[in-house]
């Protein structure tokens, strides 16, 4: 939709309704109908894990759900509370409680609304797959890890944060374990991959919980439920309500509400994908991102947490016959009515069935075998991964992703900086075969006798720029001309500038003159913005080496060889200029 007004702005839904037709709303029904059952459980289970209580996560899968269908920038995601959100939301709550949490969420939203109106959205995509995996499958474990209290039925305090001493507290407490929870948490798991297997139509998840809350209630038995730990579900979304803040408050929470940003994006954006290939569309990335930004701050002032895009929510979306936004909107207003009418009866659903529903989740999310590949892989890639997991579990989410991004960027770099080459081609080309078929070939061509002739190769940036330094230092005795061939050089950055500055200027001070072959388009608007063009002399910014050299002739007196036609014609600051497409 490029090029229409406004158009790169506007919710997919609202397109959609303006071809929506009652075959696609009998599909959207059932479909919306399906995975809003299937959000039940996990809205509360997400907001337990959170360690907050249920309800929390049913606000959210209501009130964000609905907006991320109505303002998102994808036909068929689903949004909500996810498992991503577990690690930093309890980590919030621990340290500001739950009015920090809102806050956060809020400036989370906020900045959200930012990258969108940034169109940042194509930005997202470079955040290196190592990174996202490390941080997903660390964020598994430590969900996995959080539910072992509740797995087993260990009587003990509440566990403490930190990974290791969060597990050394269970192998303390194992004595206290309680059976019943324990075959309860067995049950909901092996219920849920029956189902899966052999009943794929039926919502796995609502199966096993269903299944267990109907054993414990049946049987009677000893496990602890919703009701006993947080009392009655309210039956209605609560009033808004816009938390009281201080401005020390929200300088505490920039960091966290940024990475719950970063997060949300990274999560939506991703959903947003699979779900185009699976449905062959193709969503709108910066309008999906205002979408979660307004969803966030809606959902933390009807007392909700962070929500974003949901993968498997959305998978179940399709795979149910969703075809527009508004399967989403009844997602979410199947939600509200079964808080309504079903708040009673959750109360009965034991913690256990929800731990082993979390447990399925948490193996879902680590995506073992991307992990594995990735270890496999080149050192590098499995370096950042490893780093970004273990600082995901051992010390924070947002140290994780920042040393994760930083240590892929730098190593990126090194791969691109010795795929870069300098090298003094001068004395190459007196005799030596070269590719003859290659037009650009100069094998055959004498240069003038003083001229030295350099080629760089690859990405000229400040990664290579010590190398570039190194062998132009090989000339001993000031020359009349010196060619740097970039012809393979297809961008550069200001670093190069500054370094190519600085060897115009040392050559000039020996009467040297330094002239370019080669030029590319990205180059040579570097090179008329940064205004060396100028001070080296446009006339000295040639396209292929057969001007190059003339134009070293030309500067040494001597008389010029006819060009071959089947070079590329020279570029000129004027061709650049006229061919260059307009600014944005």
Not at 229 to 237: A, D, H, I, N, Y
Not at 272 to 294: F, K, P, W
Not at 490 to 516: N, P, S, Y
């Amino acid at each position: 939709m490029k090029g229409v007004p406004g158009m790169q702005y506007t919710p997919k839904l609202f397109t959609e309704l303006k071809t929506y037709t009652r075959d696609k709303f009998t599909s959207d029904l059932f479909a919306g109908m399906t995975v809003g059952v299937v959000a039940l459980p996990l809205a509360m289970a997400f907001a337990i894990a959170s360690g907050l209580p249920p309800e929390r996560g049913l606000f959210t899968a209501v009130v964000a759900g609905f907006l991320i269908s109505a303002l998102g920038g994808s036909r068929v995601q689903i949004g909500g509370p996810t498992g991503a959100f577990v690690v930093i939301v309890s980590g919030i709550v621990t340290q500001y409680g739950y009015n920090g949490l809102v806050l956060c969420t809020i400036m989370a939203g906020l900045f959200l609304i930012l990258f969108g109106l940034c169109r940042m959205g194509g930005l997202i995509r470079f955040i290196p797959f190592p990174v996202t995996t490390g941080f997903t499958t660390g964020i598994a474990l430590i969900i996995f890890s959080t539910q072992i209290g509740d797995l087993l039925g260990l009587r003990m305090e509440e566990a403490p944060g930190e990974f290791l001493e969060k597990w050394s507290a269970y192998f303390n407490n194992i004595h206290s374990i309680n059976i019943h929870a324990t075959g309860i948490s067995a049950v909901t798991i092996a219920v849920i991959l029956l189902t899966r297997r052999y009943f794929p139509r039926i919502p796995a998840m609502l199966a096993g919980m269903v299944v267990a809350t109907l054993i414990v209630q049946g049987l009677g038995l000893d496990v602890e439920t919703i009701g006993k730990r947080f009392g009655e579900l309210p039956r209605t979304l609560p009033l808004p309500q816009w938390p009281a803040f201080h401005l020390e408050d929200v300088q505490a929470l920039i960091k966290p509400a940024f990475t719950v940003a970063l997060l949300a994006a990274i999560e939506s954006l991703l959903s947003a994908t699979v779900a185009d290939g699976m449905i062959g569309g193709r969503h709108r990335s910066n309008v999906e991102l205002i979408g979660q930004g307004v969803a966030n701050i809606a959902s933390a002032v009807f007392g909700g947490i962070p929500a974003t895009g949901a993968i498997a929510r959305t998978a179940t979306n399709v795979k149910s016959g969703a075809r527009t936004p508004v399967a989403g909107l009844i997602h979410a207003v199947v939600l509200a009515l079964l808080l309504l009418v079903f708040a009673p009866i959750a109360k009965q659903i034991p913690l256990a069935a929800l731990a082993g529903i979390l447990v399925i989740v948490s193996y879902n999310m680590s995506e073992t075998h991307h992990f594995v590949a990735i270890l496999k892989g080149p050192r590098s890639d499995a370096l950042v991964l490893i780093l970004t997991f273990g600082l995901t579990v051992l010390v924070d989410l947002t140290v994780a992703v920042q040393v994760g991004v930083v240590l892929a960027s730098l190593l990126f770099m090194r791969r691109m900086a010795e795929l870069s080459d300098v090298r003094m081609i001068t004395r190459e080309l007196r005799g030596d075969e070269d590719l003859r078929e290659d037009p650009n070939a100069i094998a055959l061509l004498a240069p003038p006798p003083g001229v030295e002739i350099f080629e760089v190769t690859g990405a000229f940036f400040f990664g290579m720029v010590d190398r570039f330094r190194s062998a132009v230092r090989i000339v001993e005795a000031p020359i009349p001309v010196m060619v740097v061939r970039i012809r393979n050089v297809l961008a550069l950055d200001a670093t190069a500038i500054h370094v190519i500055r600085e060897l115009h200027q040392a050559l000039k001070k020996d009467g040297t003159q330094l002239v370019f072959s080669g030029v590319h388009t990205q180059p040579l608007a570097a090179f008329v913005k940064s205004g060396l063009l100028d001070e080296i002399g446009p006339e000295n910014f040639l396209g292929n080496i057969d001007d190059a050299l003339n134009r070293a002739r030309e500067i040494m007196g001597l008389p010029t060889v006819p060009r071959r036609e089947s070079f590329v014609p020279t570029v000129s600051r004027e061709a650049h200029l006229a061919t260059a497409p307009p600014k944005e």
